[in-house]
């Protein structure tokens, strides 16, 4: 079956290669036939990786130890279920589960939209597909999952590390790959848009789903990495600013400033330039963070391993999609102008923007310390690391300013807030943040970063429940009904909006579980039976050792006793496991006493089972809970706001009677008032709608023409429909009439506009050709740039493997001798 | 000629570059450490006395005193040949899987000959590093199950 497998991955391969030079070729030509045969094949893709994955599965379940991957990560004691998540647990598996779900995904995406964004789809299932090559490419040329022994193969598996036996280890990882990996929907359809000029905000529509759904999944890998290495390594905290970590991290800062920025586009039609470039920059760091945890490019504790080879590809790759994403944004920037200025910096679009530059300005301050490493070895020749503290440093002001802006955004108008309006906006939220501080000064409370956290989040707070307490309060008062229907309807009309507010409370939430962990206590102790030890308002005491087999592994335990305030309040069983086929390798069991107020969390680091000493480490973790619960909200938050239309079909259906319908009216106007204009969600957008053409001349020069009204952001004559379009519309059509050229109606239409105003992209001539010149320059120098650090970087690497290299050749001598041994006694 | 709109942004864009670079300094002062092989710290160790340092290296001679959380071991550059070693010191909790060979990075200073590892200061390769790094061959050791260093770390 492995030789299946290995074929499956190459045609995959080939149908990805012809799904892009149908879908590329058939959009140039308008054949439908090309288009769909090109479509076709990327469905083919998708049933020919969940084939490979199938094969992939069938081995681990069936103990198919001749494949290597499967002998390496796993035994016949796994039990299935960790067999089956043995799929992603190595670095070749996890490339295959990669395109595994971005077949699906893409697929998913094509049928959904095929409709609706016709024009973009041919683009969008070429750029899918190109992504889908480049790790098709990488499991073809050295990372084939289905490779297999040439020699016997061994009777058994290595197994599965037991540490990564563990539930929130099988879901994180699928968990970050499904939101790395679903990123790539929304820039496909970006660059679907900016190839085929369709840059008005229908594209928008389409991915903001995606990137939701995307950041979503970040979310949820990010929370469960966290509450793995809370709950199984033992330490205490659950962030510990790895590399491997911060790359996972990395692209969801730019992820979270896009599900901003892009209601400022949706609203105002401002940021167009700077959404689609942050839709390129997440992409680029998804796969950034996928290139950093398997080609070892940062030291990290979590990298799947060191390759120079793949670290050279995914640096090409990835250049490549900055140099093609930022090329088309350059060549597209005609198309891209905003409609409207910011006004006012007490508006709410400034509020997002500098929302946006943060969050921006983190992504950009991570992945900096993060390879701050790597820079400095490449320029200093001496490895210099930032550890936990810098992080620290700079990521708490930003965390708070960040919480601080989730308070203050909602309170803003658009355009332009007024005195009076900031005035009543502000005065509740600002008391409760300040009665809060006070509150906490009051009771003793000294830590200030802890307490500067938790008055913002009542500002927070109170910012949302005066959001909420307002609209329900209108709403009642114009439907009739009680107050608790009138919030279910008010978030049901504006579920964007309000699940919005769900989720801010999630990370209010989180950030109290944050500021907790300055209020920690931690104890290291050696205890003899019937000893105590005191952590806070708690005591712990050793009991007894004892040791235990269930089969699989042998369990040490501890039995000890909590105390609260001297009164007894539960038992902990804190152990160290020893799985049969990981016997030097223990693994610690983590016992916790749980509430919402703080975990006791208590460690057992040693023990002599002879005379029953142990040692212990215990930490009080206050409100470490709130974080995950946090998490809980913020998905419900994310779940609202997903939630499509029909879901609340019975409330349309209720407010279409004529009584609501009145009614429906006046509420959105009051909430309009009150809110200063922030109450109503829908908004007029123009409806790309082709007007015919009669030769494809005429068709071509109308997508490639824009309307200057000034009013309209530059949208093609294609699209346009105001008067000044159906002007130039006419004019064009005069022209082709009368026999002219494509290049004789350009220069007419510069030289009766005055300028290239009305062209969508500048002429490639002169000086012009600067501007198509300048992201390839660009990308050039960045190319030399990563080529140079490449080269410093290994070759200082290769020297410190000089010794490994003649190992590995002795190993290679002794196993070349074995292969011709055998090959003799086939003979 | 720049316009007066033109000179404040260059102006405002400037004092942000400097407010950056100055606070990136200071925080940079007592946030980093050199990241050493065992070989370069061992080829000058009087230039690295006190200095914040990262050490890099596989453990060796692990041992830890009875009753208590203090363990004595050595940073060695190579599981086969041990040519350049660092003694190392540390009070607290390991992770689990560091032990003789296991590939660790120790965050500490050093003091005369010994390396005096911080508090939660020893990291050994987490299992999320499925793949055997290639510096160690493990047909060459003497048994590859045991070898295999993919520990848990305090990430």
Known sequence: MATVGTYTILAAFIFCAYAVAATVAGARRRSTRLIESGIGASYVVTALMTFASAIMVRAFVTRDYSIRYVDRYSDSVQPLFYKLTSYWGGLDGSIMFWVFLLSVFGAIAVRTNRERHRELIPYVVATIAVVQMFFLFIMIVSKNPFATYLLEPPSDGRGLNPLLQNPYMVIHPPSLYIGLVSMTVPFAFAIAALITGYLDDSWLRAVRRWTMFSWFFLSLGLTLGMIWAYEELGWGGWWGWDPVENAGALPWFPATAFLHSVMVQERRSMLRVWNISLIIIAFALTLFATAMTRTGIVQSVHAFGEDRGLAVMFAIFISAVVVVGFGLVIYRLPLLRARNELESWASREAAFLVNNWILLFSAFFILFATMFPTLSEAVTGQRITVGPPFFNKWMIPIGLTLLLLTGIGPLLAWRKSTLSNLGQQFLWPTLAAVSTAAGLYAMGFRVWVSGICFALCAFVVGTIGQEFARGAVVRRGVTGTDLLTAMIGLVARSRRRYGGYVIHIGIVLMMLGFAGSGYKKTEQVLLTPGEQVEVGNFSVRLDRLSITDDGQKEMHTAHVTVFEDGEEVGQLYPGRFFYRKHETEPTTEVAMRRTIAEDVYVVLAAYDMSDQSASFQVTVNPLVNWIWLGFALLAIGTGIALLPESQFAFLASRESSPVASSAATPTALVLALLLNGIGTTTFAQIAPESYSATTELEADLQRELVCVCGDCPHYTLADCRCSTADQMRGQLREQVESGKNRREILEYFISSYGSQEPLGAPLDEGFNRLAWLFPYAVGGSFLIGVGFVTVRWTRRESSDYSETAALSETADAELDARLDNELRNLD | ?155
Not at chain 2, 3 to 8: A, M, P, Q
Not at chain 2, 62 to 68: E, G
Not at chain 2, 139 to 145: C, F, R, V
Request: with cysteine; net charge negative; charged share 25%.
């Open chain 2, 1 to 155: 000629m720049i316009s007066n709109k033109g000179l404040k942004i260059l102006l405002t864009a400037a004092a942000l570059f400097v407010a950056f670079a100055g606070l990136l300094w200071t925080t940079m002062q007592d946030g980093t450490q050199f990241y050493m092989e065992v070989e370069e710290v061992t080829m000058d160790p009087a230039a690295w006395d006190g200095k914040p340092l990262q050490v890099h290296g596989f453990a060796a001679n692990v041992m830890r005193h009875p009753k208590s959380l203090d363990w004595r071991f050595e940073i060695t550059d190579s599981v086969t040949d041990r040519r350049h070693t660092v003694t190392a010191v540390y009070t607290g909790i390991v992770p689990d899987t560091f032990a003789d060979h296991a590939e660790v990075v120790a965050t500490g200073r050093l003091d005369g000959d010994t390396f005096h590892v911080d508090p939660n200061g020893i990291m050994a390769k987490c299992p999320s590093k499925y793949e055997e790094k290639r510096s160690v061959d493990l047909d060459a050791l003497p048994d590859e199950h045991n070898t295999v260093v993919t520990g848990a770390a305090g990430n």
